[in-house]
């Protein structure tokens, strides 16, 4: 169960770190605010695909992953509408 929380907390970090960067973009390129919302959706929806699969044969608990990826993502979406809006 713990290694499960884990996995979930590296993977939230992950996309709170693919956010960072997306703001970042955001910042030097105004113009582009939707199609990056969009493009990042897109990019995390690809990492946690391949990183969900990459460690599935490691999983415990995978209700307690997939909570907190769950929050993760939408503490990710909010975030980026928010900063981009």
Do not use: P, R
Not at 2 to 22: D, H, Q
């Amino acid at each position: 169960m713990i290694e499960s929380f884990v996995y979930g907390l590296l993977a939230t970090g992950i996309m709170l770190a693919i956010n960072k960067v997306i703001v970042t973009v955001f910042m030097k390129v105004k113009q582009a605010g939707v199609g990056l919302m969009y493009g990042s959706m897109a990019i995390k929806l690809l990492f946690l695909s391949v990183f969900t699969l990459s460690i599935k044969s490691d999983l415990q608990n995978a209700i307690v992953y997939c909570s907190v990826i769950l929050i993760g993502i939408i503490y990710s979406n909010l975030n980026i509408i928010l900063k981009l809006k």
